[in-house]
């Protein structure tokens, strides 16, 4: 064996509790030991499990398998060669709770119009994508009941005459839900996502609803679109979580209260400093390091209930490890690289203005316009997809061109926000590793490769990805 065949390829690297993580830059891992990875790192590594574990993920210079390295590159980035497949409306900016982080402003606010919601219809359906899905956003969406109808009608219509799959979907807090509206959204086949912050006092003491139980409404329309339509979504409704400050230390019963709700995903999630969550940060906010201990006690508790036969998943890990393990596309666009903006999704505000993401139109609600593509009633899909700010994020949230993210050994899996950098660090383009987001991403992909070293985990994961 020539000595150069043992030369390793380019790699980065990091050191966590169980060894030292070793990423290739199409996705390829090992974990080493320490001395394993001294050898590795010289080139003198020539044999066994490490040598061979190296061999077939791709790290050593003369023995690459560009077939391989390829179609998984091109497998887990099949985006990029599609259009945005996620149309967000917000067909109101009204909402009838006051919650102690709302990011898209509540009180007074425009509903969207019939007519313009048939325009952002028609550009959506202009977007070059086989299927496109429509999700329906606020403020609170029932309270434009009429738009939410008649636009629902309009897109099947409309699918129907293109040939292009649609897929509907609202987000709600479900208190207007009624009878008649549900028999609607169960007729037209609408996927259902809900808010749920954990148990009743803690839900309620951050979902400020002065017309009743926030959590009593979200849970008894839980429950009826199991009973109807089946547990698993898009049957059943999916719950989204806020974390904030009264969460901490609370993990354990915020994930006990989604199983017991039999909802498959709970999603720990960081709290992003914008909009109102921003104003009154210094009394609901926390540092990266505390939400990490807030994030292991919710995982371990989710493996724990695992092991217990209890079907939960924690979808941040669940997104990563389907990138890590699976080597596929996790179609979540705010852990893409490029990012979402524009390329993965578009976002309509009630007077057709079109915008990167939810997340960029929220910051143009506090004056920061940085995120505004165009209008859906007066320009093209190809004027909007052109434009500066689709441009600017694709180039911030291109991994390898920030200096710290090119050399981290989280990069194939990570991304990055624009629309985070520009609230929490006033530019696109982010400083890492100082970077709230950047340090609660660290902090979570070192407890899943932590966790991947213990054989009963890996196998809950692979479940994961099984089912
Ligand atoms: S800017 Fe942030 S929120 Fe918007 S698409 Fe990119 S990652 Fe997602
Ligand atoms: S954002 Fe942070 S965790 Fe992600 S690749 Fe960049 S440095 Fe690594």
């Known amino acids: 064996m020539k000595k150069q065949d043992n030369a390793p390829s380019y790699f980065n690297w990091r050191r966590l509790k169980t060894g030292v993580l070793v990423t290739g830059d199409m996705g390829g891992w090992a974990l080493l030991k320490p001395a394993e990875f001294s050898l590795f790192a010289a080139g003198k590594l ?93 403020g609170e969406p029932l309270l434009n009941w009429p738009a939410l109808k008649e636009t629902s009608i309009y897109a099947r219509k409309k699918a129907a005459e293109t040939g292009k799959e649609l897929a509907l979907a609202l987000v709600s807090n479900f208190s207007l839900m009624d009878a008649g509206k549900a028999d609607f959204i169960v007729e037209n086949d609408i996927s259902l996502c809900t808010s749920l912050d954990g148990p009743a006092g803690l839900h309620n003491a951050n979902r400020k609803y002065s017309g009743g139980d926030s959590h009593a409404g979200a849970v008894k329309w839980i429950k009826y679109f199991q009973e109807r339509r089946g547990v698993e979504p898009p049957g059943g ?115 057709g203005a079109v915008y990167t993401c939810d ?19 007066k320009d093209t899909y190809g004027g909007v997809i052109n434009s500066e700010p689709v441009k600017a994020c694709a180039i911030a949230s291109s991994l390898d061109l920030q200096p710290f993210c090119a050399r981290c050994a989280y990069r194939p899996f990570c991304g990055a926000c624009p629309a985070y950098n520009r609230a929490a660090q006033g530019g696109f383009w982010g400083s890492m590793p100082s970077n709230g987001r950047c340090r609660a991403l660290r902090g979570i992909f070192d407890y899943i490769f932590e966790k991947l070293s213990e054989k009963p985990v890996l196998e809950v994961f692979e479940k994961w990805l099984a089912s």
């Open 46 to 138: 020539k044999s066994g499990p490490a040598f061979r574990e190296l061999e077939g993920a791709g790290f050593f210079r003369s023995r690459l398998d560009f077939d391989s390295m390829f179609s998984n590159w091109r497998d887990s980035n099949e985006y990029l060669r599609l259009g945005p497949g996620l149309h967000i409306m917000v067909l109101t900016q009204k909402c009838n709770h006051r919650c102690v982080y709302c990011q898209a402003g509540s009180g007074a606010g425009k509903n969207m119009s019939l007519a313009t919601a048939r325009r952002a219809v028609d550009f959506a359906f202009s977007a070059p994508v086989g299927g496109l899905t429509l999700e329906f956003q606020g």
């Open 237 to 351: 409704p999916s719950a989204l979580l806020t974390v904030t400050r009264a969460s901490l230390g609370r993990a354990r019963e915020i994930v006990d209260e989604y199983a017991r709700l039999k909802l498959p995903y709970v999603f720990l999630r960081p709290l992003s400093p914008m909009g109102h969550a921003l104003r009154r940060w210094e009394e609901i906010g926390y540092t990266p390091e505390e939400f990490l201990k807030f994030y292991r006690e919710g995982l371990d508790r989710v493996l724990e209930l695992n092991r217990r036969g209890v079907a939960i998943k924690e979808k941040t890990a669940f997104l990563l490890v389907k990138k890590i393990l699976g080597s596929q596309d996790n179609k979540y666009v705010d852990l893409r690289c490029p990012c979402g903006a524009g390329l993965g999704q578009l976002a309509y505000d009630c007077d």
């Open 359 to 377: 997340e960029g139109r929220m910051l143009a609600r506090d004056g920061d316009r940085s995120f505004l593509l165009g209008s859906a009633l």
